[in-house]
Nanobody
């Protein structure tokens, strides 16, 4: 089993920035593709950014966050990150860390059922 624990959420003003972290334990993170999903009230969970296994050489971003969010991984620290900038009220959601094997990062981000492990989520609220 792989346990994922997110941190770094909170309240931020429009235009502000936050960095989310996801700490993994229980299994070797290196061989899992990792990703960030979010779910706003009344909406389905959506994949916003995913990163390939091992070196993380490949990344994927959803249209809503491309150019504003950056995903990265530090396998030595068993942690992935999501740097979020230019935050807007529509970014308000619970953000979930996810891990998967046996899928492309595009497949992982576009299909929640491709995810093998989920974190418990962290709330991000963008409001003035």
């Amino acid at each position: 089993q792989l346990q994922l624990v997110e941190s770094g959420g909170g309240l931020v003003q429009p235009g502000g920035s936050l960095r989310l972290s996801c700490a993994a334990s229980g299994r070797n993170l290196d061989y899992h593709a990792m990703g960030w999903f979010r779910q706003a009230p009344g909406k389905e969970r959506e994949g916003i950014s995913c990163i390939s296994s091992r070196s993380g050489a490949r990344t994927f971003y959803g249209d809503a966050v491309r150019g504003r969010f950056t995903i990265s991984r530090d396998n030595a620290k068993h942690t992935i990150y999501l740097q979020m900038t230019s935050l807007q009220p529509e970014d308000t959601a619970i953000y979930y860390c996810a891990a998967a094997q046996g899928t492309t990062i595009e497949g992982m981000c576009n299909r929640t059922w491709a995810v093998d492990y989920w974190g418990q989520g962290t709330q991000v609220t963008v409001s003035s």
